[in-house]
């Protein structure tokens, strides 16, 4: 049974944007902190970005600083994550995992909810 879903993902050219979406039938999100992790092939797995339940958001990332933009739309139960300036290394399944807590986290492990995520090809 799914609990958060995932969408937006696809094809995209180097350079190109993407805006991910995060939605729920199951929680209210705005009780939730909700990060984006992403997974390559053969790669571990990679937390992204955070945002708090009071919009306080952290890249971890430092190829995601300037690119990466996680926000929140409350009233739709959504959290989005927009990408911009696509790279080939971006190529990755993405997540967006969610914790009752009120802390931001880097590691996968301090999620209780996870969706089957999706996926995002970058090339030309």
């Known amino acids: 049974q799914e609990q958060l879903v995932e969408s937006g993902g696809g094809l995209v050219q180097p350079g190109g944007s993407l805006r991910l979406s995060c939605r729920t039938s199951?929680?209210?999100?705005?009780?939730?902190?909700v990060a984006w992790f992403r997974q390559a092939p053969g790669k571990e797995r990679q937390g992204l970005s955070c945002?708090?339940?009071?919009?306080?958001?952290?890249t971890y990332v430092d190829s995601g600083k300037g690119r990466f933009t996680i926000s929140r739309d409350n009233a739709k139960n959504t959290v989005f994550l927009q990408i911009n300036s696509l790279r080939p290394e971006d190529i990755a399944v993405y997540y967006c995992?969610?914790?009752?807590?009120?802390?931001?986290?880097?590691?996968?492990?301090?999620?209780?909810?996870w969706g089957q995520g999706t996926q995002v090809t970058v090339s030309s």
């Open positions: 199951e929680l209210n999100l705005r009780s939730y902190v």
């Open positions: 995992p969610a914790k009752p807590s009120y802390v931001c986290s880097s590691s996968g492990g301090a999620y209780s909810y």
């Open positions: 945002i708090t339940q009071d919009d306080s958001s952290t």
